[in-house]
């Protein structure tokens, strides 16, 4: 049976950070969020209802099948597992970012987990779900003018195949590049992750 889907946003553009860097993506916004993080630079509170055949013509209007699902906190929106089906029926590979503070369903190909210390739940600072964590493809950290550094820490033991990134928070460049770097003169196995879509002027 056919439902109306949530979504905030819908658009086509080139994903712009991580691992899929310029790739063209199908980018699927979903609403509303678990935390509350100061620089966040969504506006997640809102949404538009699509229906199914609405949405499955958006996502075929490209040739690309690379879809990214991402937030507010896209896997605690109630349309998360149908927006999935509807996109593995049409052959898409499907990345998400997350906070990491949920269970991932399944049908998600990439899971980016990028932990915050901005929960509203009141889980502790940097909360990873331990299902999620083991599941993740990425682990990516925003450092900001207060990011503590000794919490990456926890990564050292993993055998996990994940990879391992640190994005600047963008309204603090310099300063924050330049913390990452020193960080990863010690510690190789992280590398930097900026936002170029920022660079390039699109969404």
Known sequence: MSQALQINDLFWTLQG???WAGHRALFVRLPFCNYDCPWCDTEYNS?????EGDFLNFAS???SRFAVLTGGEPLAHKDITRIIELLKSKGFYIACETNGS?????????ITVSPKPYSKQKHEPYFIDPDIRQQA?????VVDKNFDFSILERHKSEELKAEYSLSPEFNEMPENIEKIMTYIQEN?????????????NIP
Do not use: A, C, N, V
Not at 47 to 51: E, R
Not at 137 to 141: D, I, P, R, T
């Open 17 to 19: 950070e991580g691992r």
């Open 47 to 51: 949404y538009t209802s699509w229906s």
């Open 61 to 63: 209007k490209e040739m």
């Open 102 to 110: 949920f269970s991932p369903p399944e049908g998600i190909d990439f």
């Open 137 to 141: 493809s990425e682990f990516k950290y």
């Open 188 to 200: 190789p196995q992280w590398h930097l992750s900026l936002q170029t879509h920022k660079w390039i």
